[in-house]
């Protein structure tokens, strides 16, 4: 079946501006989670959603951050008045449960460019 | 909170000679410990992962990493490379409900 999918799969703009990346999870994965991954840096733990209640929100760097969720399915990460050191790959992820037992399946990411 | 630190950047080998990406964790009551690989131009993808039981756990590909607990490590090998195995490896650790990554090692087979 289909994987993880995220678009667009290339970002670029200018500084300031509002960006949106979107993440299309496996269906039937109830658990949804983002992260950050900087250049020549790990991936940062962003935000899970468990169906389209977001009980962790705790890595979401600033205020400029939000991401929802809807239908237990697409999730939207929305970046406001972006600034440089956004740029980054974001990534998506899905699980069927958030339980140790469940891995957790990768989107190709979303490179965004801040310029 | 836990963490996970991989200590090496870069680990260039020649193709069949063996390799170990190193990986510590941060000591904690249960731990759940994770490779994963980045092929070039790809998403992330599990490569093997310890829950619970034997400390050896094995993949598909050849690969191997050791639940050491006395040592808070997580070591990957393999006795021997393949080019195609060139690639970004990273490790990491399940804090409740989401993975804490360490910053990745880039592995580099040459002919």
């Known amino acids: 079946g289909a994987g993880v999918s995220q678009s667009p799969s290339n970002k670029v703009t200018e500084k300031g501006k509002d960006v949106e990346l979107r993440c299309d999870p496996i269906?039937?994965?109830?658990?949804l989670y983002w992260y950050r991954q900087r250049l020549g840096q790990g991936l940062e733990f962003l935000i899970y959603?468990?169906?389209?209640?977001?009980?962790?929100k705790s890595g979401l760097p600033s205020d400029r951050f939000s991401a929802e969720r809807t239908g237990e399915s697409v999730s939207t990460l929305t970046i406001q008045r972006t600034q440089q050191e956004d740029s980054a790959v974001y990534l998506c992820?899905?699980?069927?449960?958030?339980?140790?037992?469940?891995?957790?399946?990768f989107g190709p990411g979303t490179r965004l460019t801040v310029l | 909170a836990q963490s996970v630190t991989q200590l090496d950047s870069q680990v260039p080998v020649f193709e069949e000679a063996p390799v170990e990406l190193r990986c510590n964790y941060s000591?904690?009551?249960?731990?759940?410990l994770f490779w994963y690989v980045q092929y070039p131009n790809q998403g992330l993808q599990l490569l093997l992962k310890?829950?619970?039981?034997?400390?050896l756990v094995e993949s598909i590909n050849g690969f191997e990493a050791e639940f050491n607990k006395s040592q808070t490590s997580f070591h990957l090998r393999k006795p021997s490379v393949h080019i195609s195995d060139t690639a970004e490896y990273f490790c990491?650790?399940?804090?409740?409900?989401?993975?804490?990554f360490g910053t990745g090692t880039r592995l580099q087979v040459f002919p």
């Open positions: 992820a899905s699980s069927l449960y958030t339980d140790r037992y469940n891995e957790q399946f």
């Open positions: 269906s039937g994965h109830t658990a």
């Open positions: 959603f468990q169906g389209n209640s977001a009980p962790d």
């Open positions: 000591s904690s009551v249960s731990v759940y």
């Open positions: 310890y829950l619970s039981g034997s400390t």
């Open positions: 990491a650790v399940k804090n409740t409900d989401k993975l804490i």
